[in-house]
């Protein structure tokens, strides 16, 4: 899955991963993490997740991070915002009131270039990832964040029967990933509507973890 492959999929509008409303566990869960009224929330591979403008209405700043220019340019008219672009680094950067939007690829992303975050999001993230990215990917988001609290939304169903993305990521995968540094509680799992793309079932999670105090 490397970029060549999202930007494809971008151009050529296959985005079945992209909600129509806000995503329902985020309503519901995102105030297990106490973050701060105002608090910043990083979001990962935001693509143009409604999600974005939810934190914002709720009086939260946020950070994204995506790949695409074609996301960001939709997100910003969705947000009805006309962004300051500049350049850090790598990345270019989106700005509007109360958001950040990074784009180019997170590996190129530094904690000094984001800033301080409250809280990470991440839905369809690292279940967007093959195997080996996951494993940088979270070590990555640990650097990036200083162990700031997460959501992780993630969803269990059989990979044999079905190619990723999204793929399959198991509690003992994710534990693997962070439990050196975080408590996960999984806070919700439902059933996903239709199963996983209409070919088997499957269950989509919500986790919280919290960074280790020992
Ligand atoms: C499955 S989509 C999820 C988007 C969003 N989180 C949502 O819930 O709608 C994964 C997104 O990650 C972006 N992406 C993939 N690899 C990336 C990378 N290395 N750096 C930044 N963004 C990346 C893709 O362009 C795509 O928008």
């Not at 994204?64 to 990345?91: F, R, W, Y």
């Not at 990074?102 to 992303?109: H, T």
């Amino acid at each position: 899955m490397d970029a060549s492959f999202w930007h494809n999929r971008w151009q050529t509008n296959q985005t079945g991963w992209h909600e129509p409303a806000v995503n329902p566990l985020l309503i519901t869960h995102f105030s297990s993490l106490n973050v701060p009224p105002g608090g910043r929330v990083f979001v990962p591979l935001c693509g143009k997740s409604l999600d974005l403008g939810w934190l914002l209405s709720r009086g939260y700043a946020v950070a994204g991070a995506g790949l695409s220019d074609l996301a960001v340019t939709q997100l910003c008219a969705q947000l009805g915002i006309e962004p300051s672009i500049s350049t850090v680094g790598k990345l270019r950067l989106f700005r509007g009131e109360k958001i950040d939007i990074f784009v180019g690829d997170i590996f190129d992303l530094s904690h000094e270039i984001l800033g301080p975050v409250d809280a990470i999001y991440d839905r369809a993230a690292l279940v967007a990832l093959p195997k080996a990215m996951r494993v940088q990917y979270t070590a990555h988001l640990k650097a990036l964040t200083a162990l700031t609290p997460q959501l992780v939304i993630s969803y269990g169903y059989d990979q044999t029967i079905v190619a990723g993305p999204p793929f399959s990521v198991t509690s003992d995968e994710l534990h693997h990933h962070y439990s050196d540094s975080y408590a996960l509680t999984l806070l919700a799992r439902v059933d996903v509507p239709g199963g996983l793309k209409g070919k088997c079932p499957a269950m989509e999670h919500i986790w919280r973890l919290d960074k280790r105090l020992n």
